[in-house]
């Protein structure tokens, strides 16, 4: 069966810190792979997605940015956060475009 | 208008009694829904997807949609207090293809 991993599960930086936050799949070859953000109360906004390699489809322009180094591993990078980052970032997977997304537990930041 | 619409509640329903949720699109060309449930502090979980015109019922969850009209429901038959949580609509947009465009989520309330 597939398993979707991410860390870390909580973080607090500072601003202007930079960011790196990982997402790993197991149990499938070649998924779409998303990032998005929660903010306190919000909806899901759909940052970044990548159906391969190297692939990757920004949605909102901002100071974040995605990588896809390997097949099932997703990173999620600032060089220096903003107050307005903070948030619950979740990464999800599925087989193809009109498939389920299927979500990890989720990274809560907080930028103070 | 938004993409993708719910009331936020709360849906205050009695233990053992019915949960109606309803959510509204804008597009047209939808071609996946989905129903996810999320805790308060952690990720959303899916509980349904529904492609067809129809009803589409797992265990005491029921799904309708009905494209003509632009909207998907979730009834929750024999509410239980472990159903409190957020439900979230999302729409994969099938001119946008990967993307899963999600409503606000309605916040379920069940009362023993």
């Known amino acids: 069966s597939q398993t979707i991993h991410q860390w870390p599960a909580t973080l607090v930086q500072p601003v202007g810190s930079p960011l790196s936050l990982e997402c790993t799949v197991e149990?499938?070859?070649?998924?779409?792979l998303y990032w998005y953000r929660q903010a306190a109360g919000r909806g899901l906004q759909l940052l970044f997605y990548?159906?391969?390699?190297?692939?990757i489809s920004s949605e909102v322009p901002q100071n974040l940015s995605a990588s896809r180094p390997q097949d099932r591993q997703f990173i999620l990078s600032s060089k220096k956060l903003l107050l307005s980052d903070s948030g619950f970032y979740l990464c999800?997977?599925?087989?193809?475009?009109?498939?389920?997304?299927?979500f990890g537990p989720g990274t809560r930041l907080l930028v103070l | 208008q938004k993409e993708v619409e719910q009331n936020s509640g709360p849906l205050s329903v009695p233990e053992g009694a019915i949960a109606s949720l309803n959510c509204t699109y804008s597009d047209r060309v939808s071609q996946s829904f989905f129903w996810y449930r999320q805790y308060s502090g952690k990720s959303p979980e899916l509980i349904m997807s529904i492609y067809s015109n129809g009803d589409k019922e797992d265990g005491r969850f029921t799904a309708q949609l009905n494209k003509a009209s632009q909207y998907v429901s979730l009834l929750i038959r024999d509410s239980q207090p472990s159903d409190s949580a957020t439900y979230l609509c999302a729409v994969n947009r099938g001119a946008a293809g990967n993307k899963l465009t999600f409503g606000g989520g309605t916040r379920v309330l069940v009362k023993p």
């Open positions: 990548s159906v391969g390699i190297g692939q």
């Open positions: 999800a997977w599925s087989l193809g475009p009109q498939e389920t997304q299927y």
């Open positions: 149990g499938t070859s070649n998924p779409n």
